[in-house]
């Protein structure tokens, strides 16, 4: 009995060991991923000819992220400004000087599922990663 139960202890542990690298690794590349885009998005949004982030540079940043297999349907974006102006609206784009704030979050879904083998709770339905930039606007009319 013994035997069997130090076998299912060191499975249990060996199975972790294995597959903890792996699932960090997903982690690390969905939030570089993330990053990235949020740097892309905020270099056009705040150049010079925009001002703005609106609705098709977000549709057109979640196909790409489609593309790296997020769902799109779980993103989630968050666009604000330093002025508490709307840094949507492409009549009224940001001016220069102020910042452009966007934030884009993803849940992590079940890829810590792997921890409760050794006892550590993952973390809650809700909880998401993100990635965040600022960027003054570069916006003269």
């Given at each position: ?43 056009i ?75 550590i ?9 993100s ?7 570069e916006?003269?009319?």
């Amino acid at each position: 009995m013994k035997q069997i139960l130090v076998f299912v202890l060191f499975a249990g542990l060996l199975c972790w060991f294995m597959f903890s690298p792996t699932y960090k690794h997903v982690l690390m590349i969905r939030n570089a991923v993330l990053q990235k885009e949020v740097d892309l998005m905020l270099e056009i949004g705040a150049n010079g000819s925009h001002g703005y982030i609106d609705n098709t540079a977000i549709e057109a940043s979640k196909l790409r992220l489609e593309e790296r297999g997020f769902n799109r349907s779980l993103l989630q974006y968050e666009v604000l400004t330093t002025s508490g102006v709307d840094g949507t609206n492409a009549s009224a784009p940001v001016l220069r000087g102020i910042g452009l704030r966007l934030q884009i979050s993803y849940p992590y879904q079940r890829l810590f599922e792997i921890d409760r083998l050794i006892g550590i709770t993952p973390p809650s339905a809700s909880a998401r990663m993100s990635a965040e930039g600022l960027k003054m606007s570069e916006y003269v009319p």
